[in-house]
């Protein structure tokens, strides 16, 4: 063959991971930063679940989406959404065409890994008061040592009263932290091996240590007490009903000289829960029914009211059905659904755990994982070869740069997303991300070009 020619051919039959740098365009490089600047703000807003929930509900009804309650009337055209408790959110579009087509969803989550304080939290010990904290999600508990924390969550006082706390994220605003050792005198923490350095009851959170004066014990607590009572109107008791959570304290940053990346808090799962609230957003009169969901608890196995196994995915399928005139069964067979959530990047500094050829590359667009799981593809949904096709078509016509990839090598560990509890509900369903660096450490890394190509992707199958 001519040189030429097996050059073509070569084209046509090998496979070559795109990398967004080699198509980019000015006019796309602006869109990509304004994108990116209105995600950075997300971030910072929504760092826990019933923030973003409070947020996303502000942006749909920014954008002509009403409230809707189970049992209340849907029509063809409408836009709504279903506040789930404050702590998971559905947005959806009732289509124009025949409902029994199908629904397209798009589902993140917005619960991301954490330090929930206990139920009695505070304690006083050797003029310092302190909170104690349960882990929430799957943390590498070294990593949360000598960081900035902020914290943020709801107190329900026995009168049903609810009040919201934010203490930290304000410049002017109080920080608190967990300690640590000193190398000095860290000789033997530093044999052991790094999961067990840091015990789960060794997270105890420093919030204090003026003593309330005249007070003659419990000195130091007493004043946290006094002082939480004055701002808030809560006493000791009221922990017991309320959700307060440490989080890495600050602001989303741009990182790297070129600004091409973001660091932050928060990314799994923001950054596909922000592009699948977008595409719901910016969607002109698509013919289809969509919908987003905003869940809960996925870092903890996706449980309970708010959490993806909840059957209220379901409920609100039948109520769509009903009032558009279809059959649910129908509805759901036919639905199909993009698991938002995000990948593991290949990183240059741990090459072992990954097999690079399987791996999202960070910059080479948003990434699909047919499967997850571990174990032999264990605890997964592993979509089909024809919804693959499927959503590979769309991506093909929208011009997105995709890749393919498995989270990191065979056996290096696992993990899941909610993609097989959607799926379980006869919904074709496949997992579509942004590639991460440090996921779940309390600042990770995302690129901005990936980012984008998430938009674009969650955006096309929302047309
Ligand atoms: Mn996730
Ligand atoms: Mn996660």
Known sequence: MKKNDLKELKEKLFYKKENVFDTRTKKEEKQITDYAKGYMHFLDVAKTEREAVVEGVKMLKENGFEEYVLGGKIVAGGKYYLNNRGKSLFAFVAGTENVENGIRICAAHVDSPRLDLKQHPMFESEGFAYLKTHYYGGIRKYQWVTIPLALHGVVTTVDGESVEVVIGEDECDPIFCITDLLPHLGREQSQKPLGTAHTGEGLNLLIGSQPLEGATEDKVKFNMLKILNEKYGITESDFVSAELTAVPAGKARELGLDRSMIGAYGHDDRV????????????????????????????????????????????????????????????????????????????????????????????????????????????????????????????????????????????????????????????????????????????????????????????????
């Open 272 to 463: 596909c829960a922000y592009p699948s609230l977008t595409a719901i957003i910016e969607n002109k009169n698509s013919e289809h029914t969509l919908m987003c969901i905003l869940a809960d608890k996925e870092e903890i196995g996706s449980e309970g009211v708010s959490g993806m196994k909840c059957r209220l995915i379901v409920d609100l399928i039948e109520e769509i059905s009903k009032n558009l005139g279809g059959n649910p069964n129908v509805v759901r067979a036919n639905s199909m659904c993009l698991s938002a959530d995000v990948s593991a990047g290949y990183d240059p500094n741990y090459p072992e755990v990954f097999e690079k050829r399987n791996s999202a590359i960070i910059n080479c667009g948003v990434v699909m994982n047919k499967y997850t799981g571990g174990g032999g593809k264990s605890s997964t949904n592993d979509a089909s070869a024809e919804y693959v096709g499927q959503i590979r078509k769309i991506f093909k016509d929208a011009g997105v740069v995709w890749q393919t990839a498995e989270l990191g090598r065979i056996d290096a560990g696992g993990g899941g997303t909610v993609a097989m509890y959607i799926a379980n509900q006869n919904i074709n369903t496949v997992d579509l991300g942004v590639a991460v660096l440090s996921m779940h450490a309390p600042m990770e890394v995302i690129s901005k070009n990936d980012l984008y190509e998430a938009h674009k992707a969650l955006s096309a199958f929302c047309k």
